[in-house]
């Protein structure tokens, strides 16, 4: 759509601005050694074939006995997958591979440090190991199938290890990203009523040997407040035999596993026989209000989505390996640095720290000296990759076949980045569109058989079935010009079961929306609303635009957040953009722009005016930016997030809250000194 054509909408509206761009074509090798070519997925993957269409995911599982029933609706919306049937999650990802590969690296570990070297987990050792751990949770902690255990871990190889321990025993997990504070440990440790805590005393981020081990005090502490009592604390050593923490071991409740694990040499374990739809894990993510919700995500549903989509999108080969330099602390490591990879046999890589640590091309040294050439990132990290080290890339010698992007929507200019510079003009990349609730991929292209589309992560998923409604339950179709509402009208084996201990919450947030009949057993009735806005072009490819809430309303016209950074964002000298809602009396709310600049560049008036413009002219005057701030730096999460939320108080003229927990939170009271100082 040109900007001429901007459509003028309604209160419950959003306006699509977005031009269209042009298609990329898979090369022809990477074509002929794709997992997934044959067309005839389209009509076996089709409505009319749902739910039985799942079957050849699950057959890519081993099941101890198989299961009766594909979907059982009888307590709709809690949807149970392939029912009579019994797994075990750790035995799919490590004994069903040792007959044949039992000395292959399952996992590479590549720790920050430059001067230490790269571990390399073969299978037979993944599987001695848990085992081992697996024999120590039984045993010293009494933990059982059903328990749940809260594990605050940064990452390493006794990540996966711990998982799938827990797993072997069929002992639910809730892995806490390392980066959160005690207190939001502590939150998930009482919700989740943890009586164990599996913790690591130190690590090292950018260069520093963080104390992680203070977090686990406080996370004790902070349950304890709450009425949850933490009896165990089981922590790894960063340096096994040496403990690397100021704080004291408390006699009685901390323990060292890598002492205590001596008993356990040699130990073995049977892996529980689990019903397909008894929980695996549990998996925190914020809502947009309230305490954030633990989504339980089932064992065979889940694994089979996650080892399927592994091996059609990820397009994963024995031969491979596999980087996906997201953290295991949020569902994509879990989906696609451990589940997924590890169910295949593939060799997945574990990096311990950041990706510009020392510098910008280390991400791209470890890919050359590991053989990686399959390479799955966020655009947040994309963005600082291309900010830090434009020319880095092409000053290595390795070769992806495949990039992922994952986690928010990438600007095309960013896109075209990422497949010229990173993938060197010839790696296919997938946009994968999904959620922390739905376990594995919703909307990507299939990277053997669509083109891509800069911005747009493509048509659904096979089995996906993508529906937008608008707010009043029309159907938006393709082309319609508007975006709103994206549902998936089908179940799926991915989807989370419930919300952990509040399945009223689970039903309401995510079904309440467009249900059309609350007493109905037939998924039909049941679409998912996933939050989110988006709009389907006329060939069929979604574009998602961000969360609901996260469209400026000006004038009664909703602007989607990430269009107006896009537009800044193809201005050359923009590295990074963040826009955010201003008040204004008269229209309701503003955008307020920040961006910061690609090195070597010295902030002018003449930038901001020409990025001002840019947006003025890409979406149209009603996106004019109040004030486009130059910033340093955007202040962001130990993820990489930026935090709107912060610059929107900034903005706004309000308490920013705490900060302490930002990756960079001196940024805050500089930028708070620009906005006095009034100089953009
Ligand atoms: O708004 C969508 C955005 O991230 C949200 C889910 O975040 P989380 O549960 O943390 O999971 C992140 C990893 C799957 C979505 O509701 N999102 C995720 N992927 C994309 C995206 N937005 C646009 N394009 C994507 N590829």
Redesign the pocket.
Known sequence: MSKKDVVHTTESEIAVHWQEEELYYPSVDFIAQANLTDTSVHERFKLDNFPECFKEYADLLSWYKYWEKTLDTSDAPCWRWFVGGELNASYNCIDRHLEKNRNKTAIHFVPELLEERTQHVTYQELWVRVNEFAALLQDFAGLKRGDRVTIHMPMCAELPITMLACARLGVIHSVVFAGFSGKACADRIEDSQSRVLISMDAYYRAGKLLDHKVNADLACEFAQGMGQKVDKVLLWERYPGKYSSSAEMIGGRDYSVNTLLKEYYGQRVEPERMKAEEPLFLMY?SGTTGKPKGCQHGTGGYLAYATATSKFIQDIHPEDVYWCAADIG???GHSYIVYGPLSLGASTVIYEGVPTYPDAGRCWRIAQDLGVNIFHTSPTAIRALRKLGPEEPAKYDFSFKHMT??????EPAVWKWYQQEVGKGKAVIV???????TGGFLCTTIPGMNPMKPGS?GPGAPGIHPIIYDDQGEILGAGAGKAGNICIQNPWPGCFQTIWGDRDRFVETYFGRYNKDPESTDWRDWPYL???AAFQAEDGYYR?L??IDDVINVSGHRLGTKEIESASLATAEVAEAAVVPVKDAIKGHVPDLYISLKPGITPSPEIAQKVSDTVCKEIGKIAKPKSVWIVADMPKTRSGKIMRRVLASISNEQDVGDVTTLMNPDIVAEIKEQHLKGSK
């Open positions: 993510t949020w569902i994509t992007t994952v986690g928010e929507p990438i946009d994968t569109y999904w959620q922390t609730e992560c996933t939050g989110d998602v961000g969360r």
